[in-house]
DNA sequence: CTTCATTTATGACTATAGTCAGTTTATATC
DNA sequence: GATATAAACTGACTATAGTCATAAATGAAG
């Protein structure tokens, strides 16, 4: 991965191009233009032939110039979207690994005590990755630091959200008063998450079995839980 | 990075040579032999020149080629003594990283507030990393994510020296009275940690000043120090 | 319909991390 | 000190991620 002087294609969300502004600003026109609509289709196809090669053949065994093939593009095309193969993981698996996150917590049942559904959560989540412990690896790897600048709004995005959610939870059980009151429900958020995340990291190290990272996190959880009583 | 299929040279003080299982049952010998130690010589070489390049040029504009001239051996005996480029930044820095770590917990004064020990000791590694971001992130990166899994002693190390001397606190903090009874010590220090571990890499990734990591850092130990009262 | 400017696409190319078959060097054994 | 075995070393080589100069496509303006 050598310094990029300049990204070309503007990804989605943050495009700039002036279709895209006039767009955004109201005009609610037919089309968005042949463009617009082109370089959908493409990062779509690509989206497509990246997360299928991955799945098949596995991250390191695809290389890129089969995922160029597969979406029917040049070899340089695919850098105009992704900055690198890592960062084209991140673009593949970012909304599906939210969707996962937010389905657990709509899954959850209030009258359960905080502390199992912070289980739940967050058992969701490691089954989650625990469908290619390979995949996931890389995955959380480019995540937490991330080859592409650009993502940082995705990533801040996916943790906001979690953040948010944990943080509802953690109100919910302030206002049944089973938790102290003047705690920060966010920072708390942030407290839990973390330990999830550590024990995640290690858990993909090789260093517990699934179970026994279960009862590490369910005890570390408790003890935080239990301190705001 | 490639699959391997065989290691050749063995890491130091898990090498299973004739030699060193010799020498480590009991004949404490004069010399540890001549291949012994010119590989120890070599390795001490290589760590050398990759610790002077990296420091000089960074991580990635330092070839890999580079550091095979500096410590002058051929490149592919490079390969021997570390997995990846990545790897040998953990070969470089490791005891560095350790050493720094408990120098901060024997400078600290045992009558100080457990939560302020705990930010001095936090804000030393913090001090650490910022003298050169950029190496930082790469080295923590491939703590978490290690390609070699030779290397997972050493990680085990590094992170059981920390979690051992933050339990110490706890349980001094315990004795004297501050802190309820009946908690895990190590669980807690984890827990501490994870906290301390995951600002660490939001603040790699931009998003804060030092000053705010530090501010958040202390409102987040505060509520779980506070939950054990 | 013709410019013209801008965005997007392309693939030949480059740089370099990591490999491996063959060689050298050390040690053990007689 | 000759021979055999194993460990360590080597550099030419390969595979591939990522680049960049050039070309094509699109849309805007007249």
Chains 1, 2 share one sequence.
Do not use: C
Not at 45 to 63: D, H, N, P, S, Y
Not at 135 to 162: S, V
Request: glycine share 6%; aromatic share 6%; no cysteine.
């Amino acid at each position: 991965m050598r310094f990029r002087r300049q990204v070309k294609v503007s990804d989605g969300r943050r495009a700039q191009s002036k279709a895209m502004i006039a767009r955004t600003v109201g005009d609610r026109g037919p089309a968005p233009g042949r463009r617009e609509r082109n370089k959908q289709e493409k990062r779509a196809r690509i989206v497509a032939a990246a997360r299928r090669l991955f799945e098949e053949k596995g991250f390191a065994q695809t290389t890129t110039l089969e995922i160029a093939e597969a979406a029917d593009i040049g070899t340089g095309t695919l850098f105009l979207y992704a900055r690198s193969k890592e960062d084209l993981l991140v673009m593949v698996f970012k909304d599906e690994m939210l969707e996962t996150a937010m389905a657990a917590f709509s899954r959850l049942r209030p009258d359960d005590p905080l502390l199992e559904q912070l289980m739940q959560v967050f058992a969701a989540m490691l089954s989650h990755h625990e469908r290619d412990r390979d995949l996931a690896k890389i995955l959380l790897k480019e995540i937490m630091f991330p080859t592409n600048d650009d993502r940082l709004g995705d990533i801040g995005e996916l943790m906001e959200a979690i953040f948010a959610e944990l943080g509802r939870l953690l109100t919910a059980a302030k206002a049944s008063g089973s938790l102290r009151a003047e705690f920060d429900p966010r920072l708390v958020a942030e407290i839990l998450f973390s330990n999830y995340f550590m024990d995640l990291l290690e858990w993909l190290r090789g260093l517990w079995s699934r179970q026994q990272l279960l009862d590490r996190l369910r005890r570390q959880l408790a003890i935080t839980i239990d301190g705001l009583r």
